[in-house]
């Protein structure tokens, strides 16, 4: 137990010289790299938009390939994030990096759309991704319990099922996020 005590105190001074001598050799702060986070890149429609063509696809794009079987954990509601799921088929891209929601049926006009993305999704490392590094940018926001309930009990839809595993994010206990858009008018 002493071995492993003594070489945890010498990786710790080490880390602590390599960072100090960063730092005043005027290179700044010693960061971990972040290659072993996936991130989500871009999310069509974004969140905000207005006067979406009804014909539209939902295309959610990451950095990195997203473990089969994610696209479980993407939805796009009418109306609220607590509203129906609209009908359509989520593929994912054959290099895992790519979601594309093909509604079943047109968009309706002039209406609000939320496409969800859970919270807890993993890359094929088993790592959970992350959303929040560009999707605020991307007009994304966290979704809290009182979204997804629409404040009465569980909502529109069965939203119980948008709250579990793969939808809560480990770290900030929020239910995935959420990003808006409303339809044009025809």
């Not at 607590?82 to 359509?88: C, D, E, K, R």
């Not at 940018?137 to 595993?165: D, I, K, V």
Request: proline share 5%; net charge negative.
């Amino acid at each position: 137990m002493n071995m492993n005590r003594r070489t945890t105190q010498f990786l710790t001074l080490a880390g602590t010289a390599l960072a100090l001598a960063a730092c005043s050799s005027g290179a700044g702060p010693v960061t971990p790299p972040a290659d072993d986070v996936t991130v989500l890149l871009s999310v069509q429609p974004t969140g905000g938009s207005v006067n979406v063509s009804v014909g539209a696809t939902v295309v959610i794009t990451f950095d990195h390939a997203i473990a089969a079987g994610m696209e479980e954990y993407a939805d796009l509601h009418k109306g609220t994030v607590a509203g129906l799921v609209v009908a359509g088929d989520w593929s994912r891209s054959t290099d895992g990096t790519t979601l594309t929601l093909t509604p079943a049926v047109p968009l309706k006009p002039s209406t609000p759309y939320v496409i969800h993305i859970g919270g807890d999704m993993m890359d094929e490392g088993g790592h959970v991704i992350g959303l929040d590094m560009h999707g605020g940018a991307m007009g994304g926001q966290w979704a809290t319990q009182s979204m997804m309930t629409g404040g009465m009990g569980m909502g529109n839809g069965g939203m119980g099922s948008h709250m579990g595993t793969g939808w809560q994010n480990p770290d900030n206990g929020m239910y995935g996020m959420i990003f808006t858009f409303t339809t044009a008018a025809s």
